[in-house]
Every structure is written in structure tokens, then in C-alpha cells.
């Protein structure tokens, strides 16, 4: 028995480690060979618990990673890999853990495997997911870009491979079933389930032809992180075995010769049985669509005509080797496990958005549609800065379809997965994946007109709910210049909470529109919303102190950490309310500050954190904060002292803030004191929810050296973790290149000493996309403690309008 089970998206997890050659047998460098798909496929961070109760998928949870290992192509949207039976590590469909096979899906997300029906009986096979669940082989899992497989111990190892809309199985049964190969009871099951892995299916019907044994069918789903429901397709061939019989199922029951079934309540299905392969394999081949079971059909036929494994893996091999192939380093020296974090790093990058051109139901546009934006409060840091530089062109298509999803829907999404609406977690963040792009001069077909009306969209008009898109509290944002705790909100409903982070969310998304505005010569905005951007400034309360836990953390919160001055919540009225400045830290009550509706004034962190989150105006901010000694100090000490959450995404900016403060080299001790120990080459080895990529493109990041302040044009210089690292821009072909003198692969010479752009003095600690544009060489010559580069006024960062 082998069982498909049709079901959809998300998805991110981790596990084999990969053998690699001995470092001193030096060998032609293949970049496969440093890509570990499994990092992060199993718990790998100390985050407790959570409850989550809106989503059916807690994003950001307890178990951490949840990262896809499966087959996919770069933006695929058939994504296939094993389904396990955890509900903790099955986000990613696949978790790299004991637990059981219960089949494979395509979508990021559900289907088993057996062998033929104990006694030949298709009455005593497993249907349900729960009785069909099986063990796999220990060890036997394979990823590799565009490739999974696995062997469950009924001894049947199954492979996948992918296009853009098909997946395709490759399906060895053991060898010695060939001697029974003249005993029908070799006759293997396929079956596809109409569950998915949130067990969320209504309006299931499926069909199975009993000629030809094509098993089709279709459903409604709900998303992951979401609202609303949506509609999935798909179409299963066979190739490889004569058909045998066919049939239906519900529950355990099986009804051969019974060919469709609609209203289908889960778990039921179809199957298709067959006459023992004459090779021992079976392939399948599933086309998904949205649209429709015909056109689910016809992905499948037209993207893999002939069934052939060998040439569709080839294709996918070939289709990641071009997006990497922009990259190149000097891996001299640099550890294997490392090297690996780097290019997987990249490669989780280039798992999500999806692009469902063509694929979208909802609206008639000849523009491109992604999707699985997951979220952009997740992916505005660091996921879409990387794809600027590494895949222009794709990020080009993203950025037009986020335009034409407001055009149609009315909003920039800020979470979407599935042709649904998802949840906002904290600003309107589209807004700075715009202007990010806008600035580095993403323009091909880009309507930054039309852009411009849905940024001013998300700054003025509020939407009905706005706990799926635009922003809350618009009213008191305009009148008092802060979203004040328990806000009278008569505008729209969402969730009354996160008012400290939602102001400096918003204040930072204004600093973005007005940079856009200034761009395209809305002269009139640029003020207006300069002005919004120091709204931060209202919720700084100068007076608070913040005391924590003694070491033995049985003393209550009674150790001074020695800063004063946090932000904090405030009243409508102007008076303070009050949240303890650690609290939803690592410290304190971590995990009460989730989206739910006990949540409190600061979004999965601590007001701690949050007091940073200034990037539009660090200067103001450091001042603020006791001047460049007082603000470094207090920093370092957020990262020491426990307060800080690597796992979670704001805090990457944080690691390399240190520049607007005149000491680039501690941004370049903290990335070093997190990667590799927390950022590393196992199952384990991400810190939190990869969020389609995050974690791996904060990693990939840190290591090229240059940090993207994302939505603003600025590049913090810290050296790479190679020798050198060079990417050649899609935007104008030209090959830029960061070079250290004095590189040792220990990471004792971090510091920069001295540099120079194309063989000029360069002071200044920051640079910009057109270093990128332009190509030429960056060279930092490196040393074992911190210099005076990159410290003077006039070498830092830019603060506010450049
Ligand atoms: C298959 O098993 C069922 C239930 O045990 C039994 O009723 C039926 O007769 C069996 N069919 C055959 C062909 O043996
Ligand atoms: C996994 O499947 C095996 C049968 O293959 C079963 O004995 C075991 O109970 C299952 N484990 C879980 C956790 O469901
Ligand atoms: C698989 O192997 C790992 C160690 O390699 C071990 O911890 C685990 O218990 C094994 N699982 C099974 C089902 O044998
Ligand atoms: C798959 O989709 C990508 C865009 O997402 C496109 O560039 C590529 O050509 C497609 N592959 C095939 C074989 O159609
Ligand atoms: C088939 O071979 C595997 C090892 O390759 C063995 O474990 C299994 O018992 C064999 N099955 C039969 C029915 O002989
Ligand atoms: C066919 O397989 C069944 C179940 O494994 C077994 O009981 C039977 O003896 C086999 N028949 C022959 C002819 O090998
Ligand atoms: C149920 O699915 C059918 C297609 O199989 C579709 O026509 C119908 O609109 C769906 N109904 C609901 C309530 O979604
Ligand atoms: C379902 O089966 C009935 C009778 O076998 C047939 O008339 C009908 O066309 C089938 N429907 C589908 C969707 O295959
Ligand atoms: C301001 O509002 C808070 C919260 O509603 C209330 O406790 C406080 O008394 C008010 N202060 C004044 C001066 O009205
Ligand atoms: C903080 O956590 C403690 C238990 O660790 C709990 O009793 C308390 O209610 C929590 N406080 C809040 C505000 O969630
Ligand atoms: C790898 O990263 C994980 C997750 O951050 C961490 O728990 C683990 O200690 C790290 N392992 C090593 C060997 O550094």
C-alpha cells in the first residue's frame, strides 16, 4: 500500500549531516555538496511553548525550524517531501525525528507507503493515515535541491523530484517482492488522501479512472496562518505497472469498483492498485492547480510528458545551480560546516514566495502572481534584500505582484499563503520591501505610481480588519502620534495589543513612504510623513529603570541592568501605563507576547528589544540613549545578558547596530558570537522558524559581510567569513567583489583596519546598492583588534533622509 495525500503549503525543517571529503582532498568545488536541505528540520532552539490559537500552524512555536526539505524548484510551487505524523515538526511537512511516514503531498504539505494488502485482501489494507502511518529507515533520507527520498520499513524507498505545478515519484519496492513477482499479492496500492496535514478539508470530491488508473480530484482548504479558505486540484498518472482494480475509501473501508466520491468527509480517498512492476518501480506523477482538476492536468502533462526521473531531476538541479551560480567564493581555509550554512542559506531563501502565475483563481491580471508571503514581518529583513542582490529579477516579479494584489484586493498583503489573507503581526511591512526595492532600482514593469497609492493606502485609510492587512489605531496615530494601549479604535477591529511595537513599527514604515515620496517628487508627503517617523520618540519614557532576576533566578526581578530610559506603552490620555522592559524577553514571561489576544504591548520580544528599533533615526536615538559609549555598552548588554532572542527576526539588526554607533567591530563580534553557535550544519541548526527563509538568509547575510538595512539604500561593512565573495548582479551583469587581507579562517582578525574601494581609501563604515551596480573590489584589510576605521562622524551611516 502507498498512499498520496493531496494537501497544501508551508513548509521549512533539517537533519542528515552530509559526508563531505576531507578538507586537505582538495577537489572540484560542487556547490550541491554544500547544501544540507535538512538544517532545521528538528527542534533546534530553547523556545518554550506557545499558544497560538488563531493559526492552525503555529508560526513561530515552540518547535523550532520547521524548515522544507523536500523537492522543489526555485519559487516552485510543488513542493514534495514525506509527511510525518508529529504535530509539533510537521509545518514543514517532514521533520527529521523518529516519528512516523504517514505519506507524501505536494504543496507544501501531505501522504505512506506499504506494500501489497496482507493477504492479497485489498479489505485488510490501511487506509486511514493514522493505521497506514509507518516507520522509516533510519538514516535513509536524501535531500538535495530538487530531490528527496526515503525508505520507510516495509523496505519501499520513495523518490521525488519536481517542476514548477507537477511532482513526480519514483516508487522501488524491494527487490525480493520479485520473487513473489508471479504472486498476485504483489500487487502494490496507491492511494490518495483528500486530508492535509491541519486536517482542514471540506468539499472534498476525488475520482479514480479505472482504465488508465488516474486517481483526480479536488478540495477546499484552509491556510496555515490565515483567513478564508481556498481551493486546491490535482491529478495523479501512473506509469511503470499494469492497473489491477480500483476503488474508493472512507475511513478503513475500501470499496473496490466504486470510482468517485464527493462530499468526501476525511479520511477517504481513491486508490488504484496494480499488477506487480516489471522493474519493481511505479512512478507517479501529481500536477497541482489551483484553477481547476483540468488544468492540474495539464501542468502534469505538459511540464513532464514522458515520466522520465532522471531528465525533470536534472532540470531541477540545473534551475538551482543558475540562481547560485551568482555567487562565488574563495573558500580557502573555511570550514566545510560553514561553508554549508552559507549556501544553504541561500538556498532556503529561494524556497518561498511561490510563484502561481497563472494559478490564481481570484482575479484576471496579465501580472505576475506570488504568493506565500510568509510572513512579510518575517521577510522584509533579510529574505527580500538578499533576493534584490542575488535575484533581481525575481524580486522584480514580487514587487509587481504585491502591487497587483493591492490593486485587486484593496491592500499590500503583509502574510498571505494560498490565495488567502494571513495574519499581521506588526507594521504595514510591504511598505519597506517597496521602498528597499525601490531604492536599489528594482524597475522592470514595476508601476511605482500605482505602489506609491498603496503605500499611502496603508499609511491613511484603515481597513475594516486590520488584523490581515494595512494598519490599526490610524486615528490615534494621525491625532495622538501613537497607538496608545487599549485604543478606542472605531475605524476597524483586530487585536488591541502591541501598541509599543505598532508605533515604532509604523513610525519606520512612514520613514520608508517618505523616502518613496521624495523619489518620485511628492514633494508635499515628504514632510508629513518624515514627521510621522519620529513618532517613536512619544512612547520613550526617560525615567524607567529595568531590573531583572539575580543569577540563581530566585531572587524576583531585583538586579539593576544599570540603563534607564525604555519605551513604554501609554494611556489615550497621555499618562503611562507600564510593561516591564524585559518582559516577553528570554527572561521573563518569553512566550507571552504572541498574536493572541492575551497579548501584550510589545510582539514576540521585549520593550528591551524594541527600544532599539529606531532605524530611520539612529543618531537621534543614540543621543537619546546617553551618546555612543552609553549606547554600544547598552547594546553589547542586550546580547549578553540573555535579553536577546537570535531565533526571532528582529533580532538581526540589532547584531550590527554597533555601526551608527562608531564601533563596526562589535557589529562583527556579534555576528561571530552567533554564527556558527547558533546557525549551524545540523538537524538542530537554526535558532528559530526558519519563516521560509529567514534564518537562512540572516546567516547567508552576516557571512557575505555587507548588511542590508533593509528599506534603506545602506550596506553595514563587516568582513565576509571567506577570503573573498563575489556576486555578479542581475541588474547590470557586473561582478562586485569583498575581499579581506589578512583572512584567517579561526576568526581571530576580525577587525577592520583599513579599506579600499577599487584601490582608494574608503572610511566610511557603511556602502550602498550601487557598489553592487557597479561591480569592483572591496578590500578590507583585517586585524585582531578593533581600529579607528569606520568610526569618525562622517564615516557612519546616514540618519534619517539621505
Ligand atoms: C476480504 O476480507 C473481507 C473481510 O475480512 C472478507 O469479508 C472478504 O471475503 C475477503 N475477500 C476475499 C476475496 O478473500
Ligand atoms: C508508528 O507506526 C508503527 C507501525 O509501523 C506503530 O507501531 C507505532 O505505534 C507508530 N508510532 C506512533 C507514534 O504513532
Ligand atoms: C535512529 O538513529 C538515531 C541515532 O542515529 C537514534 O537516536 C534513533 O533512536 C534511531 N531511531 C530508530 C527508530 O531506530
Ligand atoms: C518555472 O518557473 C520559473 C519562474 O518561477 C520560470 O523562470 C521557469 O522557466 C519555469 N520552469 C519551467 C520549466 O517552465
Ligand atoms: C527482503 O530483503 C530485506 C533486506 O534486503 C530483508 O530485510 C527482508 O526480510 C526481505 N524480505 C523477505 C520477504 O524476504
Ligand atoms: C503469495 O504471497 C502470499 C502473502 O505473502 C503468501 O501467503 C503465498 O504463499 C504466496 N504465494 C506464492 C505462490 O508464492
Ligand atoms: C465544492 O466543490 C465544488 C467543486 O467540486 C465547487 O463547484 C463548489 O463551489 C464547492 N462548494 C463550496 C461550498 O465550496
Ligand atoms: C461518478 O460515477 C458515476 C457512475 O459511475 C458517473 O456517472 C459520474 O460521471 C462519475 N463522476 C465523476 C466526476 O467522475
Ligand atoms: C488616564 O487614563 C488612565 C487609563 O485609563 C487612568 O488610569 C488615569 O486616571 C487617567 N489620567 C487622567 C489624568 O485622567
Ligand atoms: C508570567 O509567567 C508567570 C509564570 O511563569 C505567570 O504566573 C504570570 O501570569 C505571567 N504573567 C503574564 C502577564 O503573562
Ligand atoms: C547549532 O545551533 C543550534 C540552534 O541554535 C544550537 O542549539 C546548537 O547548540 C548549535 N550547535 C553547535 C554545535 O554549535
Not at 294 to 300: D, K, P, S, T, V
Not at 536 to 549: E, I, N, T
Not at 584 to 591: E, G, I, K, R, V
Request: charged share 20%.
Amino acid at each position: 500500500m502507498y498512499n498520496i495525500n493531496v494537501k497544501c503549503l508551508t513548509g521549512l525543517a533539517l537533519t542528515l549531516p552530509l559526508v563531505f571529503g576531507l578538507a586537505a582532498e582538495k577537489r572540484d568545488f560542487d556547490v550541491f555538496d554544500y547544501i544540507n536541505p535538512l538544517i532545521g528540520t528538528v527542534n533546534g532552539g530553547k523556545k518554550p511553548t506557545a499558544s497560538f490559537p488563531m493559526a492552525r500552524f503555529t508560526k513561530s512555536n515552540s518547535r523550532i525550524g520547521h524548515v522544507f526539505p523536500g523537492a522543489t524548484l526555485p519559487f516552485g510551487m510543488a513542493k514534495a517531501v514525506a509527511d510525518v505524523d508529529n504535530p509539533d515538526e510537521k509545518q514543514g511537512g517532514f521533520a527529521s525525528d523518529d516519528s512516523n511516514i504517514t505519506g507524501f503531498s505536494h504543496m507544501h504539505d501531505d501522504g505512506t507507503g506499504g506494500a501489497g494488502c496482507p493477504g492479497d485482501n485489498v479489505t485488510s489494507c490501511h487506509f486511514a493515515s493514522n493505521d497506514r502511518a509507518t516507520k522509516r529507515l533510519n538514516g535513509s533520507v536524501k535531500a538535495k535541491p530538487g530531490y528527496f527520498s526515503i525508505s520507510l520499513d516495509t523496505l519501499i524507498n520513495t523518490e521525488m523530484t519536481v517542476t514548477n505545478h507537477t511532482a513526480l515519484y519514483r516508487i522501488t519496492f524491494p527487490s525480493n517482492s520479485t520473487d513473489a513477482s508471479k504472486n498476485d499479492s504483489y500487487s502494490p496500492l496507491i492511494l490518495v488522501d483528500l486530508i492535509d496535514l491541519p486536517q482542514s478539508i471540506t468539499n472534498g470530491s476525488i475520482a479514480v479512472d479505472p482504465k488508465t488508473g488516474r486517481i483526480s480530484g479536488t478540495g477546499t482548504f484552509g491556510p496555515s496562518f490565515g483567513v478564508g479558505t481556498y481551493n486546491l486540484n490535482f491529478c495523479a498518472d501512473f506509469s511503470g505497472a499494469e492497473v489491477r482494480q480500483t476503488g474508493i475509501f472512507q475511513n478503513n473501508l475500501p470499496s473496490p469498483g466504486t470510482n468517485n466520491l464527493t462530499k468526501a468527509q476525511a479520511p477517504a480517498g481513491a486508490w488504484t492498485q496494480f499488477k506487480a512492476p516489471s522493474n519493481h518501480q511505479i512512478l507517479t506523477r501529481v500536477g497541482v492547480s489551483f484553477i481547476s482538476v483540468a488544468q492540474a492536468c495539464h501542468n502534469a502533462e505538459t511540464e513532464i510528458p514522458h515520466f522520465g526521473f532522471e531528465k525533470v531531476w536534472k532540470s531541477a538541479e540545473d534551475a538551482w545551480r543558475t540562481k547560485l551560480s551568482v555567487v562565488e567564493v574563495d573558500e580557502t581555509g573555511v570550514d566545510d560546516d560553514l561553508q554549508t550554512v552559507f549556501w544553504s542559506g541561500i538556498y532556503r531563501s529561494m524556497i518561498s514566495p511561490q510563484d502561481y502565475t497563472g494559478e490564481n483563481y481570484l482575479w484576471d491580471s496579465d501580472e505576475p502572481y506570488y504568493d506565500s508571503y510568509y510572513c512579510i514581518w518575517d521577510s522584509f529583513r533579510s529574505i527580500h534584500p538578499l533576493l534584490t542582490l542575488l535575484d533581481p529579477e525575481s524580486q522584480t516579479l514580487m514587487v509587481r505582484s504585491l502591487i497587483d494584489i493591492y490593486r485587486h484586493e484593496g491592500k499590500l498583503p503583509d502574510c498571505r499563503m494560498s490565495l488567502c489573507k494571513g495574519f499581521t503581526q506588526g507594521g504595514s511591512n510591504a511598505d519597506i520591501v517597496l521602498a528597499d526595492s525601490y531604492l536599489k532600482g528594482i524597475t522592470a514593469g514595476v508601476d511605482w505610481e500605482t505602489a506609491y497609492e498603496a503605500l499611502i493606502s496603508d499609511a491613511e485609510d484603515e481597513p475594516a480588519d486590520w488584523s490581515i492587512e494595512g494598519r490599526g489605531g490610524l486615528r490615534s496615530w494621525k491625532s495622538l502620534g501613537y497607538i496608545p494601549i487599549h485604543d478606542n479604535d472605531p475605524d476597524g477591529t483586530g487585536l488591541m495589543t502591541r501598541s509599543v511595537s505598532r508605533t515604532v513599527e509604523y513610525a519606520y514604515d512612514d520613514f520608508c513612504i517618505a523616502q518613496v515620496a521624495k523619489g518620485l517628487d511628492k514633494f508635499s508627503d515628504v514632510g508629513k510623513y518624515l514627521e510621522r517617523s519620529n513618532n517613536w520618540r512619544h512612547l520613550y519614557k526617560s525615567d524607567q529603570k529595568s531590573f531583572v532576576a539575580g543569577t540563581t533566578g530566585h531572587e524576583g526581578q531585583t538586579v539593576d541592568t544599570g540603563y534607564t530610559g525604555f519605551l513604554q506603552p501609554k494611556n489615550i490620555n497621555g499618562s503611562w501605563a507600564y510593561q516591564d522592559p524585559s518582559f516577553c524577553s528570554p527572561l521573563l514571561n518569553f512566550t507571552s507576547c504572541y498574536l493572541n489576544s492575551n497579548g501584550h504591548e510589545t510582539y514576540e520580544g521585549s520593550a528591551w528589544m524594541y527600544t532599539f528599533f529606531v532605524p530611520q533615526d539612529m543618531a537621534s536615538l543614540i543621543r537619546t540613549l546617553g551618546g555612543p559609549d552609553q549606547f554600544s555598552a547598552r547594546l553589547s548588554y542586550l546580547h549578553t545578558s540573555g535579553l536577546l532572542y537570535i531565533g526571532d527576526e528582529q533580532a538581526f539588526l540589532p547584531v550590527f547596530q554597533f555601526h551608527y554607533a562608531g564601533r563596526p567591530g562589535l557589529s562583527a563580534k556579534f555576528s561571530h558570537f552567533y554564527i556558527p553557535s547558533q546557525f549551524n550544519n545540523t538537524i538542530s541548526g537554526i535558532a528559530g522558524n526558519d519563516d521560509s527563509g529567514a534564518m537562512g538568509s540572516f546567516t547567508t547575510l552576516a557571512m557575505i559581510g555587507l548588511w542590508p538595512v533593509s528599506g534603506q539604500d545602506v550596506y553595514l561593512i563587516t568582513p565576509p567569513y571567506f577570503p573573498e565573495v563575489s556576486i555578479i548582479s542581475g541588474q547590470t551583469g557586473r561582478k562586485a567583489t569583498v575581499r579581506n587581507v589578512n583572512f584567517d579562517a579561526e576568526y581571530a582578525n576580525i577587525y577592520i583596519q583599513s579599506a579600499t574601494l577599487d584601490g582608494r581609501p574608503y572610511e566610511k563604515n557603511w556602502i550602498t546598492h550601487d557598489f553592487w551596480l557597479n561591480g569592483g573590489v572591496l578590500e578590507l584589510t583585517l586585524g585582531k583588534s578593533e581600529s579607528r576605521w569606520g568610526t569618525r562622524r562622517q564615516d557612519l551611516p546616514p540618519s534619517g533622509l539621505k
